[in-house]
Each structure stands twice: as structure tokens, then as C-alpha cells.
């Protein structure tokens, strides 16, 4: 939600940010501004994507070797130019940006009000840039600790970057439940709220933590303090990102290359960790704890989402693998219940980008209550990483397209191995499944590559169903979450109105919906449940549906009846969700590309939800 950068350094700095503010874009689009410092304060903003910013900005100042930049997702106040950040003070001094929420605005806002500060803006952001100049011209503070004091008095999330025109050697970053990296160049600086702006300059990064404020300085110097002003000593980490990764390379959009890469990043997310030959699979950050996991009273997945979905499918692999308890929770829900967490618990997040703002939460009620925390991410380096006690990146690589998938492919092998692993330890797997479900693990990444091939057939079954209002996704058991996955994708990049269900739920109220019109995609590849697939399908032809069901190769009894088939190969049923979820990501994909939607960046979301 919302992405900052920010560089000072003896280089032009509206080029960096620009191209920051594109690679970030994937975290909000609904307005994006910049803010130079050349003696003077240039400040721009324009509603829309950074393309509209640099369109708007053309032919005007851009000189200056200072710079904060900012693409938003709207939160307090409708996306326009006035409400796109960065935000300046009452001089016009000091320009600042902001990812969060400052929930005690209002009441900020009326004790600035009394001292005649005028606002222009309906932002939280805004209250905070006057209030940090209150507290320079009150106790004649230096910016850095105008702004430790103003964040002591703030309620809430925020990563900011703030600079000031009588100070323009340095820049001030500060973070809390909202992520911000520091760049370290040579004689530069770089301050965003993930890597991505910063790799091409330096893979040198320091990630703060909650409750930091750093201050950069032109001579190279940098300091970081807590809000209660005791100097840090944080650790400057070297990161492993290449600029390719962060392309579209050749596709037309990162979804559809996100969704071709993943016969590699499934590979990725085993490598190391699965040897069929040998007949073993260790997942590391479990081994760091295993006689806990393998003696927990009870495994809580938290997740939002696509992450959620993967942790259902976690549901079902390690109570039918390693015969444990299991609950799967929504994050949002969790953090506000009043819930049962023990110490003999153990508490996975699953979470692509680690930084989501309810998952953050739960983790944190959970690490009162005493459980263990285990953390699946992809983000390496992010909030959830760094929270939990011990846990195993899905190594996907940047996954930019808001929609999620190649992520979820990834955490079901992490998912899967754990199962596995876990299911070892405790015996409560034999040896002949054991082995069997490493070979089928393995020849997982060239089936997924079979499927791919059958894009063609994938758009065309599209195209037929591209104007429907509505469509019904089912599935039983391990596919029951692919449904729910495959509704997901659809509406959120489609805007076509989508419901996963279970296979057998349909009678007891869907069925209602069915029509001529309505598609239904049915997942039929569970060999165990394959005649009662096969009458769900009949009672939605009964009822003129049109139905889309994904079956095993070599099928002939639903081939008769659905209207489109698309096959898949075969494999071990817990091991199915990682082959039949991608023909469900082609076809939205393919949808809403023929009903001209933005797929990278559907409308009102944001790759990462680091906001209530
Ligand atoms: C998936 O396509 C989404 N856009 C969204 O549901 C996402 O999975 C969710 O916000 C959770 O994000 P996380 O995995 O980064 O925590």
C-alpha cells in the first residue's frame, strides 16, 4: 500500500525516483508526486499512474540531487492531485511521504488547527508534516528529532520520508508496521519501501525496524536511533536481486510471465530440500525446531487471500500427512478474536510479500500468547521474516503482478515438503507413500510446463465466456481451495463476479444461480471422488449450465458431458492443486485481457496490504 523512495547523492535525482516509482507502482496507482530539493522545494503530484506525473512534470525543474517520491493507494481521502502525496508543511519548507495510517489524525489535526495550521488535504499524511514543523519552531529542534517526537505522538502505521529546504543535506526515514529499506551507495543514499528501486545502485540495504528513524546525510554519514533516541547498531545486509527479474521480459504482462515461470520457481522452491533418489526431504528453518513443530497440540495457518487459500491446502496436507490438528485462520479475523493460542502452539504465517498488515498482527497476539511463530514468505527480509522465530522463504523471486500465483504455487511446495517432513518424524506416513510423493514432487515442474502448452485452448475457452456477470467455481477436497483460488483470480482482475465452493455445497444453495448463462468451472481430476464430480456436473448440465471442468488426461466420461475439457496430468492427489490452479490462472488471465482490464494492477488493490 503506497510505495516511497527516496535518494540524496551527488547524482540527479529525478531519474532514480521515477524509475523507483515505477518499480513500486505495483503497491498503489491512484495518484503518484515527487519532491526536489535544488535550493528550492519543487513538489509535483498528479493523479494517476507515474506515467501521468511524468507526462505532467515534462518541461518543468527537475534539477536537484535530493528527492522523495510516492505512489498511492488511497486511504484518507479520494485519489486526486491534492491528496497525492508528497505533503508539505505550512512554510513549504519540509516535503514528506507516507505508507500507513495516522489513526489519531482527526485529534491531531484540531490541536494543530488551534495553533493556525491551515490544511489542504483530506490525508492523515498531511497532520503529520505540519506537526513535525510544530515541534522544529516550538523547541527549535533538527528535523530528525522534530520527527521522533512528532512519531511519539502518532497512533498507528507509517514508513515517511521526510526532507526540508533550510536543511537539504540530509533526509530523515522513519518506520512502524510499514516497511522502508535504507540503500547504502557510495557517497549516496536511498531510502524505499522494498529493494526494488534500490538494486540497480547498490545491494548493500539495511532493513529498519518498528519504532526506527534514520537520517541520511550528503557527507555519507548515517545514523539510526529508536523513537526513544538510543542509538542502533543495525545490521547492512547484501541482497540477491537481479534487474532482469524485475522485468516484464517479452511478456505482454508480469502475470502471464509470472504464471510461465513457475515449472522454474516450483523448482526453486524444492531445490535443496527434496531428493527422491535418496529418499529425503528436509525443510531447514523446521529442522531449527522440530521436536516443538513435531510435538505442537496444534498447527494455526494465518493468512489473507491467495496466502489463505495456499494454508487451506496446508490444512489438508498436514493433517493427511503428519496427522496433525490444524486450523487455518483468516489474519483479520484472528488478531481481533478473543482466540484460544497456547505455548504448545504453533502459529504459520503464510504471506508473499511479508509485510501484510493483518498477518503481521495475528503473528504478534500469537507471540504474546507464547506459540512458536513460522513464517512461509517470499519477500526475503520483510516484517513477517524478520517477526518470526524461525521459518522458509518460497524463494518464487519478485512476484509483481497484484494477482498471486506464482507464489501460491511456491508455498504449496513449502507446504507440501513440511507435510512430508513433518509426516517422517512423526511415522504417520509409510515409507511406499513417502517415496511415491517425492517422485511425483519431482515431476512436478515439467507437468505444470505440459499445461502451459495448452494456452491456446485455455483462450479460446475464455473468449467463449468472457461477457458472462457471473461464473461458479467448484472443487472437492485438495481442489476444494483451488475453487476458491480460481474465483479469486477471476474477479479480482476480471471484475466478473466469481464463488468458489465445494463440489457438494452447490444443492444446498448455488444451484440456484445456475442458468444458461452461468459458467461453472468444475475441478474434476480427484480420482477418490470422480463419480460424485461426475453427477455434480450432470445437475449443473441439467440446469443448462456451461460447464469448464479440468480432468485428468485421458478422460472420457466428463469429456461427454462438459461443454470445454481442459486436461492436466496426472499425479498423487495432495500434490493435484499445483497442476490443476494454472489453467485457472490462464483462463482469468486470458479474460480479462479480451474485456481490456489493467491485469498487472486491477482497480482499488494493491500488491501488498500493509493497511487494516
Ligand atoms: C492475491 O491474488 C491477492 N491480490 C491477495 O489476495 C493477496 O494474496 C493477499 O493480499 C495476501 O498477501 P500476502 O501473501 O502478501 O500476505
Redesign the pocket.
Known sequence: MCGIVAYIGNQQAYPIIIEGLRRLEYRGYDSAGIALLNGDLHTYKKKGKVQDLENFIDNKNISGTAGIGHTRWATHGKPDDINAHPHVSGSGDLALVHNGIIENYSQLKEALSELGHKFESETDTEILVHLIEEYQKQDNLPLEKAVQKALKKAIGAYAIVVFDRKDPNKIVGARKSSPLVLGIGADEFFLASDATPIIKFTNKVIYLNDEEIVTVNRNGSYEVVNIDNQVQSPKVQEIDLKIEELEKGGYDHFMLKEIHQQPKTILESMRGRINADQGWVTVGGMQDHISRIKNADRIIFA?????WHAAMIGEYLFEDLARIPVEVEYASELRYRNPIIRESDVIIAL???GE?AD?LAALELAKKKGALLYGIVNNVGSSIARLTDSGSYIHAGPEIG???TKAFTSQLVVLTLMALNLGKERGTISESTYRQLLFAMEQIPSKVEQILQQDEKIKYIAGEIKNSQNALYLGRGYNFPIALEGA?KLK?ISYIHAEGYPAAEMKHGPIALIDMYMPVVVIATNQSAYEKIVSNIQEVKARKGIVIAIVLEGDVEIKKIADFTIEIPETLEPLSPLLSVIPLQLLSYHIAVMRGCNVDQPRN?AK??TVE
Not at 493468512?303 to 496466502?307: F, K, R, V
Open positions: 493468512a489473507c487471500g491467495t496466502s504471506s508473499q510479500s501484510t498477518t497484484v494477482a498471486s479469486l479480482e488493490l501488498s496490504v
